[in-house]
């Protein structure tokens, strides 16, 4: 396929986007002329290009349509429901002989439901209706006016034509025109858009100058490259942590690889709304097969997710959205009846939290019948009725997701073969996502998707167990407990064989790694217990380890089929100390485990004492530290300045600030008071912090938060101290002041927050 038919495809797909998302709007305000114009455009252009290209089965259906628009444009024709119909047809019809265009190199012939010849009918038939007669003969079609040629007829139109060169004899004088060339002048320089002189004026860049299209193949590779620059990156940090000479280029290499691992992550980023632009036309349809009336509204379409991950939602996305409208919303007598207005609510919803894209379908239908699941499930063998009658409402709401499980009455083109919500489940944690579900009856129901912004390098928590490391994805971690082995054997109830730990008051079923990975049981007592407490796919528990060391950013390796059997794990990586580790999977740890929402019950005072509990735990400045979240006792904090860069002075090498009439250490971790030497006008930002009798100042990026922590852990193993905590969903290093180096001591003592992770 050559440069020029790429780029139309390219360039018709797009614009058939758009007039799709055009004419869903349009129906419900047929008088917008925006939408008129932008879908006209979209025709139009495709109309015109084919015809360059030789494409005539393309051309014959967008001369069709673009008749059948003029009378729209015009005022002749009304937007109705039969029109948008067509008009939709007809744009299934473009976009499935652009897809032959792409895979033969050729139109092909007919593959669609509705024939060529049948679909120009009908639009034909739509033009007599409103009192117009059909052209016989494609028109030269005028330019729309404000519209700009695609790429692709541009290069088309301006392509070399060969010419005959034998002209009889006394043709020459018939080709001279008598007429005066400055008329032809006059109407060049009536034709040349106005836009060309306003872009000449203003000297701003045009979209085609500022953007640049790459295959996705190439920013595929960049990423790898990126990760193992990551892998390379945790090692030299790990291998020059000892060597002070060394301390300011590594934590230079790290700040630069994080810059570019954001940029190559930036790329390959694409907002929600390339996904969420399909779903008025999936409702339009749906509704009016199943005859309910609803209205769509979307919000944070802006949301931006890798593309991989945007190509991986779309299905359980449309499964979602199609079972909220067969299911969820009920059929406008229905409603009315129940005192609802007739026409029924369905809300798309993106946001970002922390590292995760949360995707939400929420309708405001019937919700779901608990109990008619309870017995879908007793009918077909997944449940038995005395574990039916056990299990808590939202253990049976998770039966929906099971394979073949289906409520619906009968089987039909739209629902009831039990394959719809099994898909989305299966499908997004596949890309290690989770899916919660929440119903209440006459409410409606919400499904809430949790998507991690990337695959391909993820922040995780290194566990040990064992004597080897795993790692622990940060997105499912919330939070870590200390239990010493003094307290173990009190803290560690069991019911039934069962281990639980009462954590603010609830029972949080427990799982202990070492037993999960075959090794025999040993008693809780006889070494310190540390618990990772997680959640997945709605279920909470803790994982208990040996021991935690730091964090990493680590680059997600495929595994190999004989350990993608095993079903614990999702990957494997390098980490900084080039040590191999598997990459627990938290779903699959659950589920092995047994692990059931049964257990998570709370204990009667569990809120009273969560509210204590809570109240008691340690809050925490939370700042920016080069590409890192570090954080400070809020008891230590005295105030934060904006310094300017020329109030800081230098006693060896050891940058200071004076304060008050007195000299404070300022720790400059991230090197930001040298990256500011050159600019006299800059300032940075200081923490001043109190520790005993000292002060000092911490240099850093920005303040993010105040947050409250709790229990701190320092890696290997050693008793709780300044160390991590989980604040803000990370893992974050709490600052140890006590060693900040004083004044009078400037010999390198290595940063008291910024180790290798």
């Known amino acids: 396929m050559d440069e020029l038919t790429r780029e139309f495809l390219i360039e018709s797909q797009e614009g058939l986007d758009r007039m799709e998302h055009c004419l869903t709007d349009l129906e419900s305000r047929p008088d917008d002329l925006e939408f008129l114009a932008e879908i006209f455009r979209a025709v139009h252009t495709i109309k015109g290009t084919t015809g360059f290209l030789g494409f005539k089965r393309l051309e014959k259906l967008a001369h069709a349509g673009e008749n059948l628009l003029g009378l729209l444009r015009d005022g002749k024709l009304a937007a109705t429901q039969d029109v948008i119909t067509a008009l939709l047809e007809l744009l299934d019809s473009l976009r499935s002989i652009l897809k032959i265009i792409e895979e033969r190199g050729e139109e092909g012939e007919h593959e669609n439901t509705v024939s060529d010849a049948e679909l120009i009918a009908r639009l034909d038939d739509l033009q007599i209706a409103a009192g117009s007669s059909v052209p016989k003969q494609v028109p030269v079609a005028a330019p729309l006016r404000g519209s700009q040629p695609s790429l692709a007829a541009t290069n088309a139109e301006h392509s070399p034509t060969t010419l005959d060169p034998e002209v009889e004899h006394g043709q020459a004088d018939s080709l001279v025109t008598p007429e005066p060339l400055s008329v032809v002048k006059t109407d060049i320089e009536k034709s040349i858009p106005a836009a060309t002189e306003t872009s000449k004026a203003t000297g701003a860049p045009s979209a085609a100058e500022s953007t640049l299209r790459v295959d996705v193949m190439l920013l595929n590779r960049m990423m790898n490259l990126v990760g193992e620059l990551v892998l390379t990156r945790n090692q030299v940090l790990q291998a020059t942590a000892a060597d002070p000479r060394m301390t300011m280029l590594s934590r230079r290499l790290d700040m630069v690889t994080a810059d570019l691992r954001e940029s190559v992550m930036k790329a390959r980023m694409q907002p929600v709304s390339n996904i969420f632009s399909k779903m008025p036309?999936?409702?339009?349809?749906?509704?009016?097969?199943?005859?309910?009336?609803?209205?769509?509204?979307?919000?944070?379409?802006?949301?931006?997710?890798?593309?991989?991950?945007?190509?991986?939602?779309?299905?359980?996305?449309?499964?979602?959205?199609?079972?909220?409208?067969?299911?969820?919303?009920?059929?406008?007598?229905?409603?009315?009846?129940?005192?609802?207005?007739?026409?029924?609510?369905?809300?798309?919803?993106?946001?970002?939290?922390?590292?995760?894209?949360?995707?939400?379908?929420?309708?405001?239908?019937?919700?779901?019948?608990?109990?008619?699941?309870?017995?879908?499930?007793?009918?077909?063998?997944?449940?038995?009725?005395?574990?039916?009658?056990?299990?808590?409402?939202?253990?049976?709401?998770?039966?929906?997701?099971?394979?073949?499980?289906?409520?619906?009455?009968?089987?039909?083109?739209?629902?009831?073969?039990?394959v719809g919500m099994d898909v989305v489940r299966t499908n997004v944690e596949r890309i290690g996502g989770t899916v919660e579900i929440d119903s209440r009856p006459v409410k409606g129901t919400t499904l809430r998707l949790r998507i991690p912004l990337t695959l391909a390098i993820i922040p995780a928590l290194i566990v040990r167990t064992l004597g080897q490391s795993f790692a622990v994805p940060q997105g499912a971690l919330s939070e870590l407990v200390h239990v010493p082995a003094t307290q173990a054997a009190s803290a560690i109830e069991w019911i039934e064989d069962a281990p639980l730990y009462r954590l603010r008051g609830q029972l949080l079923p427990l799982v202990f790694l070492d037993r999960l990975l075959g090794a025999s049981r040993r008693a809780v007592d006889e070494m310190d217990n540390f618990i990772a407490v997680l959640d997945a796919d709605g279920r909470r528990f803790g994982l208990v380890v040996d021991g935690l060391a730091d964090p990493e950013e680590i680059v997600v390796k495929p595994l190999s089929p004989v350990l993608k059997k095993i079903g614990l794990y999702s990957g494997a990586t390098v980490l900084g100390n080039a040590e191999l580790a598997l990459i627990l999977d938290p779903g699959a740890i659950a589920g092995m485990a047994g692990v059931t929402m049964s257990q998570e019950v709370a204990a009667s005072a569990a809120e009273a004492e969560a509210d204590v509990a809570d109240a008691s735990r340690l809050e925490y400045l939370v700042v920016q530290v080069g590409n890192r979240q570090a954080a400070v006792a809020l008891e230590n904090v005295l105030r934060i300045e904006q310094v300017p860069i020329a109030r800081i002075e230098y006693i060896g090498h050891r940058p200071v600030l004076n304060f008050s009439g007195q000299l404070l250490p300022v720790e400059d971790a991230a090197g930001l008071i040298n990256a500011a030497q050159d600019t006299p006008e800059a300032t940075i930002i200081v923490v001043v912090c109190r520790e005993g009798n000292r002060q000092m100042g911490i240099a850093v990026d920005s303040v993010l938060d105040v947050a409250r922590g709790g229990d701190l852990f320092e890696a290997g193993n050693r008793q709780p101290a300044s160390g991590l905590t989980l604040l803000r969903d990370k893992v974050t290093r709490v600052v140890d002041l006590e060693t900040v180096p004083a004044l009078p001591n400037t010999a390198a003592q290595g940063s008291p927050f910024m180790s290798s992770y």
Do not use: Y
């Open 281 to 418: 036309r999936i409702v339009r349809d749906l509704s009016q097969t199943l005859g309910r009336k609803v209205r769509l509204e979307m919000d944070g379409q802006e949301t931006e997710l890798d593309k991989s991950l945007l190509e991986a939602i779309k299905d359980p996305l449309t499964h979602a959205v199609r079972n909220a409208l067969d299911h969820g919303i009920e059929a406008p007598a229905v409603r009315q009846a129940s005192g609802k207005p007739a026409e029924g609510v369905l809300r798309l919803r993106a946001m970002q939290e922390g590292s995760h894209v949360i995707v939400e379908v929420a309708d405001d239908g019937a919700g779901i019948d608990v109990e008619r699941v309870r017995e879908k499930g007793i009918e077909r063998g997944l449940v038995s009725r005395e574990r039916a009658a056990q299990m808590s409402e939202r253990e049976i709401l998770q039966m929906i997701f099971l394979p073949g499980f289906s409520t619906a009455k009968q089987i039909t083109n739209v629902s009831g073969r039990g």
